[in-house]
């Protein structure tokens, strides 16, 4: 009989175990597809890597005084760098070409808000009063104003495709520009719903990324077309504290930066999320690291 019920507790002792087991099991976080490329950013004078593998952190270069306000994407693993210091004595914005492999670095001309259409040597850029479009010919640029604007207006410009871009200045709408046929489009529906400014334009799906504000302060991420309509809402949580900054186009993927205040002091935290379009899977990549006003990926 004693032997009975002690093999009677050890057979429940096992079972027990076994569930716990399993319990433990589907506890465990799923285990996601590793990222790859990286993401630049900038960090006051310096390029810093982000490794999307490994989430090391890494400094590329250093560009001395100058201090890095803008990156944009070029053919060939090379970044176009809006920089903005002291020329002969004098502060200007710079358009500064840098090559990821060799780490050379070479100034294009002055200006600020430079992209390279994708795929294209078409350069867009700001000359402190008009928004230029220079196109290579053998060995000059031929230009083209698109329009201009007050003295270093606040401008945004979101290149789409080998032959078009939005832009937008200051507070007025947002407007797109085809270089094969030279028009200007207002968007006026678009404009209604998105700004420019906290957008990412998802080439892939031909969308939009915004927010837009809900009544209790929080966002709402939108993918929106060129018309206006909004297509879908992103499933993020709604906080006011995460900003889009970089499609991972080939990975169906888009990291997002999260700032926010302690409670107890003044101290800003930062943090970077991703989020994957295939399965709404979200989650905290990399905990205190601020990615700076410029991000851009690169495989």
Known sequence: MCNAITNLRRYFARTCLVLVLVQ?????????????????FAAGNYLAELDLRSGDVNIETNLGDAEIQGISPQKDK???LTVF???????RHSLVLY???TRQALTITYGRNGHYL?????????????????????????????????????????????????????????????????????????????RLDASLWDMQRELLLCRQRQDDGSYEYVMVSLDGAVAATVDLPGSRRLQPVAFLPDQDAL???????????????????????????????????YLGPAVVYAR
């Open 118 to 194: 994708p795929g294209t040597d078409a350069l867009v850029y700001d000359d402190g009063v008009s928004l230029i479009v220079a196109e290579r010919d053998d060995e000059s640029w031929q230009k083209t104003e698109v329009v201009r604007h007050a003295y270093n207006a606040a401008l945004r410009v979101m290149p789409l495709s080998a032959t078009r871009f939005l832009y937008a200045i200051g507070e007025q709408a947002v407007h797109v520009y085809d270089l094969v046929s030279r028009r200007v489009i207002e968007l006026t529906a678009l404009s209604q719903v998105c």
């Open 78 to 80: 090379r970044l176009l």
């Open 99 to 101: 090559d990821l492999d």
């Open 255 to 289: 990291v997002l930066a999260e700032r926010w205040q302690s409670r107890l002091s003044d101290r800003q935290n930062h943090a970077v999320w991703i989020y994957r379009f295939d399965n709404g899977d979200f989650y905290r990549f990399l905990d205190n690291q």
């Open 85 to 91: 210091g002291s020329v002969n004595q004098q502060d």
């Open 24 to 40: 433990v099991a589907a506890c465990q976080p799923e285990e996601r597809p590793e990222l790859q490329g990286s993401v630049y």
